[in-house]
T-cell receptor, first 115, second 116 residues
Framework: GAVVSQHPSRVICKSGTSVKIECRSL??????MFWYRQFPKQSLMLMAT?????????EQGVEKDKFLINHASLTLSTLTVTSAHPEDSSFYIC???????????FGPGTRLLVL | AQKITQTQPGMFVQEKEAVTLDCTYD???????LFWYKQPSSGEMIFLIY??????QNATEGRYSLNFQKARKSANLVISASQLGDSAMYFC?????????????FGKGTRLSVIA
């Protein structure tokens, strides 16, 4: 299967700071990347869908100014949590797909803790 | 409305026994894909098995098989000969339409515990 990496795997930050999470497709070009959020003992909730070179499509209830998504290339998407607060503490997982109809490959996730 | 329903929050199974994890789905699209993922405590999402809505036969991948009952809109995962390493969260997911650019939507998951 295809490989998707995320960096960092864990991050602890102070309230009010911004955190950037990178998602890379290592051995394929991803036309679409997805960002999910998972709270403890809960399911994955889709935050946004991003296509290379265009603006991300955010799910209802997800603040686009708080969660900035950039999909600048076919192998890299970034999620920036701006002015993070403790309630933003969560597990963030990215997923990448080469083409329509193909399998979604998941990154290993990033655990964010905001103090 | 819930697209994917997993009614079992937790399941226990004896090592070497088979276990069935339930999943029902809701869609009016004739083309859809059903997926099962395993999430161990490390958090990574491990793809297990896939079933397309037009597939005639139930999908199988090693010890995993998908019991696809289209009329009932169910896609239960069967794990045969359970191993201790199978202990994890299991998520059922759907993509509709199957050929589109839509993301996977996940159920709430079932925590499986394999007992020695």
């Amino acid at each position: 299967g295809a490989v998707v990496s995320q960096h960092p795997s864990r991050v602890i930050c102070k309230s009010g700071t911004s955190v950037k999470i990178e998602c890379r497709s290592l051995d394929f070009q991803a036309t679409t990347m997805f960002w999910y959020r998972q709270f403890p003992k809960q399911s994955l909730m889709l935050m946004a869908t991003s296509n290379e070179g265009s603006k991300a499509t955010y799910e209802q209830g997800v603040e686009k100014d708080k969660f900035l998504i950039n999909h600048a290339s076919l192998t890299l998407s970034t999620l920036t949590v701006t002015s993070a607060h403790p309630e933003d503490s969560s597990f963030y997982i990215c997923s990448a797909r080469r083409n329509r109809g193909e399998t979604q490959y998941f990154g290993p996730g990033t655990r964010l803790l905001v103090l | 409305a819930q697209k994917i329903t997993q009614t079992q929050p937790g399941m226990f199974v004896q090592e070497k026994e088979a276990v069935t994890l339930d999943c029902t789905y809701d869609t009016s699209d004739p083309s859809y894909g059903l997926f099962w993922y395993k999430q161990p405590s490390s958090g990574e999402m491990i793809f297990l098995i896939y079933q397309g809505s037009y597939d005639q036969q139930n999908a199988t991948e090693g010890r995993y098989s998908l019991n696809f009952q289209k009329a009932r809109k169910s896609a239960n995962l069967v794990i045969s000969a359970s191993q201790l390493g199978d202990s994890a969260m299991y998520f059922c997911a759907m993509r509709e339409p199957n050929s589109g650019n839509t993301p996977l939507v996940f159920g709430k998951g079932t925590r499986l515990s394999v007992i020695a």
